[in-house]
């Protein structure tokens, strides 16, 4: 398959697509199933690169995965796991940070665990500082080996009180994934609460562990000796919903997005009518459409839930473009998430970035000459380009840009998108784009 596609813009895109499971939950769904020792089964998994990979790590641990792609349902059986080495691990697991993931219940399963080299999406640093702290914790031991991290737990691993700087996603998985194994009780304070996090706790409840959820940010857990498999459907992925509203919103279109779940879209939604977009709940999905007229401009900050996700922004800012008016973007997840803004200039909009902490909240990025706040004045119309994918969300973007833009433009690594947009070339070809 080509890595490039050519977009002839300017034409609305309407129609129905069905957006199935959260890539950020169903991958660390996979994971959970480790744990078990009797086989899972996980629905309603798109049909997207991430899944692959996991996958792949799974037999590579012994587990064989069977994915019935159509009835979207991933059947595990990790009933006996072996160990794998860091360079098989890397082969497998290419530019995903997953690996990391894997630590816990690998430790608990096999006594030992191997961390390759991280990829992932290049939006900033990405350390891993916040894993490794929790796992030396729990009582692994770390070593540094020529092509990765080796981690062994010659004690077993021991429930911990731990306090997170800042309400990782990841680190608050990480320490889920450990928790629910060790012996004794394990509280976490200042825990990132995403819906895709619920998820996997209520994956993990099924499984066998007991773990309860305080309004403040706290969670607590108490260890059990062993966990059965599981049978769970996955929440939908609200980052591809906001991502086709973007698009909607953008071309001036109606899309109906099937599977689509208010209740994991609530800032999101607030976001899209205050910019002028308009939306219909309905128990199957949501149809998001731009009713004519002028787009407003906004003020907004990226934030950990409940806030405005990070991955909804550099969707949302192709159709800010069109807005009529100075609009503000505080980016405060991801130091360096609007690389993908050079091409939106390249493409005729005016978005200029600054290091400042531009709103009225202050974030750990403002005195760290970081270029994390946007400003974006439109209406610029916007006119064909030939772009580069930076990464997966600045992919999607291009995407809509290019669909919004008058002529023809090719966009190149469209690959990258096949890591969390299921399908979406023939998506696109339903919604009436003209691409190839
Ligand atoms: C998850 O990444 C998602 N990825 C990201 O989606 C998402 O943007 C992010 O959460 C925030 O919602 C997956 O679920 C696979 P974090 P994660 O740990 O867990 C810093 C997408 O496009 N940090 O919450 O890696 C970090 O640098 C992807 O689907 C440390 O400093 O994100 C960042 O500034 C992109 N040390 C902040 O925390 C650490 O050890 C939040 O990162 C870990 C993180």
Redesign the pocket.
Known sequence: MTDSIRVTGGRPLKGEITVRGA??FV??AMVAALLGSTPSTLRNVPNIRDVGVVSSLLRLHGAPVDYDVEAGDLHMDTSALVPADAAQIAAHAGSS??PILLCGPLLHRLGEAVIPDLG??R??????????EILQKFGATVTQMPDGLLLKAPNGLTGIKHKLA??????T?QLLLTAVMAEGVTHLEGA?V?P?IKDLIDTLQKMGAIISVSTDRSITIEGVKELRGYDHTSLADR?EVGSWASAALATKGDIFVRGAQQRTMGMFLNVFRKVGGQFDVTADGIRFFHPGGDLKPIALQTD?HPGF???WQQPLVVALTQATGLSIVHET???NRFGFTDALNQMGAQVQLYRECLGNVACRFGERNFQHSAVISGPTPLQAADIEVP???GGFSHLIAALTAQGTSTVHGIGIIDR?YENFRAKLAALGAEVE
């Open positions: 890539k950020n991958s660390k940070r997953i992932g999406c939006i900033g640093d990405r350390p891993i500082d916040f894993h490794l800042y309400p990782s996603v990841g680190a998985e990132a995403e895709e980052i950990v996700m990070t991955d997840v991801y130091e990464d997966l969300r969390g």
